[in-house]
């Protein structure tokens, strides 16, 4: 079974930087692109971050996606309370032909 | 504008069947292909099932192979999901979603909820 590791959860104060980790492997991140997904309270999801590093229109440029090897880091910046939210990685693994999502990271900004 | 709205979802009992319904538009639906993803409540998202756009492949869930099937027909720009074998665990809401490429997601429906329950 194929895994996107992410920390539950990170906090910042209002205006810090905050970044999110996302783990694979070679036949995951290492094969495949990664998208990023913000999902406000009761809402559903919203594209951040796709093709690894490249965001929609729409999206402020305190959003921005990396990735190396078999791990992903999405990073936002000037934290806002309007950011807390739970974000999730997501990418597809070609050994097994499935969809893959991380287990969601909770943004807390303090 | 791409609107994805989700229906068919309710109460149903472990070992029934159901179909949910995506009705898309704003778009040319052919071009594109589809994913349905769920969420459990309180948890986190999880991929169910995906399928081209011309409907002539699709990938599952290890959780839902052999009870789920994803179809679309093109004609009425509508997408399916056949659910049997229903379990407990089954429980979620279920996204409609388009890929943009690469297996990634661009739109979300506002999703429909499925409950499981004897």
């Known amino acids: 079974q194929s895994v996107l590791t992410q920390p539950p959860s990170v906090s910042a104060a209002p205006g810090q930087t905050v970044t999110i980790s996302c783990s694979g492997s070679?036949?995951?991140?290492?094969?495949?692109?990664v998208s990023w997904y913000q999902q406000l309270p009761g809402t559903a999801p919203k594209l951040l971050i796709y093709d690894n590093d490249k965001r929609p229109s729409g999206i402020p440029d305190r959003f921005s996606g990396s990735k190396s090897g078999t791990s992903a880091t999405l990073g936002i910046t000037g934290l806002q309370a309007g950011d807390e939210a739970d974000y999730y990685c997501?990418?597809?693994?070609?050994?097994?032909?499935?969809?893959?999502f991380g287990g969601g990271t909770k943004l807390t900004v303090l | 504008q791409v609107q994805l709205v989700e229906s068919g979802g309710g109460v149903v009992q472990p070992g029934r069947s159901l179909r949910l319904s995506c009705a898309a538009s704003g778009y040319r639906f052919s071009d594109y292909g589809m994913h349905w993803v769920r969420q459990a409540p309180g948890k986190g998202l999880e991929w169910v099932a995906s399928i081209w756009n011309d409907g002539s492949h699709e990938n599952y869930a290890d959780s839902v192979r052999g009870r789920f099937s994803v179809s679309r027909d093109n004609s009425e720009n509508t997408l399916y999901l056949q659910m049997s074998s229903l379990r407990v665990e089954d429980t979620a809401i279920y996204y409609c979603t388009r890929d943009l490429r690469g297996n990634q997601i661009d739109y979300w429906g506002q999703g429909t909820l499925l409950t499981v329950s004897s």
């Open positions: 070679s036949s995951s991140i290492g094969t495949n692109y």
């Open positions: 997501k990418t597809w693994d070609s050994s097994l032909s499935v969809g893959i």
